[in-house]
């Protein structure tokens, strides 16, 4: 069991609707010491990767993708979600579903900061259904660029967007993957790593 | 001449309304080299405060307060934007006008990542008007902890904000302040440090 699963255990809470909330060391409060934690596991698994690039999509993946980009030494890029009159000139947009706030959102990223030339490690800190992380794929194949791997904090591995990924061949390395949860008993199980 | 005040002569844009463009290396892409840098700045200059908590606002304070972080071996949280079906329990909320996409929006905490033993300090990327950091201070406040500093990346001072919490006796420490630009020419004048 690697640190985030154990602090999972620890902090996470069930709720009902398959909510796992890991707000008070993940997505609003945030263990940055957790998060370097993270950062040399990704670093470990992608080993041999030639990334120079990370894109996350904000806000919550931007934590978890600066402090992993340490361990890479490349600049992270954030995915925008809306329109800001500060983004202008050229965008890569791609439109995705979110499936915690239940509308669609159009992720963005302007053309300048991805080309044909970038091997990009994709981070971001929650994988469900996988709407926001196929649109990610979609601005990099868009920018000609190339997805090296995808690092994601919590799969929630009953849901399609993990399979759906690996299917389609890309590196998907999840640091913990729920298979089961119960808001009644608070059990949570983990995958076993292969 | 600080780090920061040299990259945004290097790759800073004068657009035209007051824009200063620094998404190259600031908030949409992210040097996060700049960011320690930066980090190691406001340690300095914090020196001797008795800090045990960053708040910071999404989407762009995230990556700066997170690499900041580690300097100061402490959490950071951030405050929403918007509510989430997953910001459940007691939220601290204060509304904020932003300058940028001219909309109000309401900043959100939730309760039980501040309280009345936290000593704070308030980290973002821009500070203009200060209508974000306001609320900011608002939210500190409502929990009854203590605004120990504000760091902030760059400030406009031609515009009230920094005048403002400086004249209402916070120690804000701005790493770079343009007190003049120039769309036309691209002249970006910074504030001599004290």
Known sequence: MNCLEERILKDGIVKEGNVLKVDSFL??????????????????????????????????????????????????????????VNLEGEMYVAEVESFTHKCKNQ??????????????????????????????IQIVKSAGATVEGIGIAVEKGFQAGGRIIRNLGFQLESLAIVDDMDSKTGMIKFREEQ
């Open 27 to 84: 997505n609003h409060q945030m263990d940055i010491d957790l998060f370097n934690e993270m950062g040399k596991e990704w670093k470990k698994r992608f080993e041999g990767a030639n990334i120079n690039k990370i894109l996350t999509i904000e806000a919550s993946g931007i934590g978890i993708a600066c402090i992993a980009a340490q361990h890479f030494g490349v600049p992270v890029v954030f995915a925008k979600k809306s329109k800001s």
């Open 107 to 136: 992720v963005i990223v302007a053309k300048k900061f991805l080309n044909e030339n970038d091997r990009v490690l994709i981070i971001d800190d929650f994988l469900a259904n996988g709407c926001a992380l196929q649109g990610l």
